[in-house]
């Protein structure tokens, strides 16, 4: 008895052990790897350029919103301060609705790669199509909203 109340109820040796010998838990954090599991990881030797191929996508899509909005800014700039001022505020409040969907959608990313991982690939076709029906169902929804916006940003920044 009193081995067993000295024990922490989360200690490692207390973890069920997984079919590949692994043990762990799901905490926010990653589950335990053996060290065989891990040696056989192909990037551990250089994170640095596995880190590289997998990011690029993202920051080039993240790079390319500013860009357009620069732009947008220099274009706009030559007409006036009051059409800059316009395209600032709207690019910001393009920006904020355009958040939740981002933020939304990459679950597909996690959900596709937990399929592609485990081997389930006949799930990942269904996770891309009801990301693009979600995406549709936002961007039409998005749409409406930034339509019925127009008129209150307007009648808010009015320069008479």
Partial sequence: MVGALTRHPLAFSNLPRASNGTRGF???VYPMQSPEARSSL????????ELLRL?????????SYSVMTLVSTLLVSRIGAAELAGVGLGGVTAFA?????????????ILVAQAHGSGRREEIGRYLGAS??????LGL????????????????????
């Fill in 26 to 28: 799901f905490f926010g």
């Fill in 55 to 63: 990011s690029w996508p993202i920051t080039l899509s993240t790079m």
């Fill in 97 to 109: 609705f355009l958040c939740f969907a981002i933020g939304l959608l990459q679950a597909t990313k």
């Fill in 141 to 160: 929804s998005i749409l409406i909203a930034g339509q019925l916006a127009a008129p209150l940003l307007a009648r808010i920044t009015a320069t008479d």
């Fill in 42 to 49: 192909t990037w551990e030797a250089r994170p640095l350029g």
């Fill in 132 to 137: 693009l029906l979600i995406a549709t169902g």
